[in-house]
């Protein structure tokens, strides 16, 4: 059964506390991205990784962090420098620029 | 609990009539769109793509449409069915690899009974 899985579904973090958010895919897929969605606003990018060891800052990459030691895993990492972390965290991944596909997402929310 | 965009434009409409949901988009170099359909709490879902060499295409009960002078997007949906009420957004990109999307608000479509 082909997809991308994100885990946890709902993540809590404490002040000054960083957290990290799981995204797995057994696509295929050499691309794979981090996108912070808000509401009433678009998915904004917050990194990317075309290959295996090797990622790229979207538009709002300050206050994360992310590694892509497997073609399969893409883990990002919310740091305590992102001074408004609450937000719903969506992980895609593509082949090149076809479509992308997502995971079913992390509800992050500050305690 | 989780809404996605809680002050984002809304269409209802009746159950079996067709939706037409509209996005303008941004860059004329666009050669590639996608609408996506999200449910509440839940990851977008890929529902059709056009590339800018075409100006429609058919899926099944769903139709997208490309005005490229315009530069306007739209999804038409037929015989709208309870199990369509969700957030519906497009997207944009060029260039060769994906860090070039660009994603609509969206538009939430309430099917009503």
């Known amino acids: 059964d082909g997809g991308i899985t994100q885990s946890p579904k709902y993540l809590f973090r404490k002040e000054g506390q960083n957290v990290t958010l799981s995204c797995e895919q057994n696509l295929n897929h050499d691309a794979m991205y981090w996108y912070r969605q808000d509401p009433g606003q678009g998915l904004r990018l917050i990194y990317y990784s075309q290959i295996v060891n090797d990622f790229q800052k979207g538009d709002i990459a300050e206050g994360y962090s992310v590694s892509r030691e497997k073609k399969e895993s893409f883990p990002l990492t919310v740091t305590s420098a992102q001074k408004n972390p609450t937000a719903f965290y969506l992980c895609a991944s593509s082949i090149r620029k076809e479509t992308q596909y997502f995971g079913p997402g992390t509800r992050l929310l500050v305690l | 609990g989780e809404s996605v965009g809680l002050h984002l434009p809304t269409l209802s409409v009746q159950e079996g009539d067709n939706s037409i949901i509209n996005c303008a988009y941004s860059n004329s170099a666009s050669d590639y769109f996608i609408w996506y359909k999200q449910e509440s709490g839940k990851g977008p879902q890929f529902i059709i793509d056009?590339?800018?060499?075409?100006d429609k295409r058919q899926g099944q009960r769903v139709t997208v449409l490309l005005n490229k002078t315009v530069k306007h997007l739209s999804l038409q949906i037929a015989a709208t069915q309870p199990g369509d009420s969700a957030v519906y957004f497009c997207?944009?990109?060029?260039?060769?690899?994906?860090?070039?999307?660009?994603f609509g608000p969206g538009t939430r479509l309430s099917v009503l009974p």
């Open positions: 056009i590339r800018s060499n075409m």
């Open positions: 997207a944009e990109t060029t260039g060769d690899y994906g860090q070039n999307f660009v």
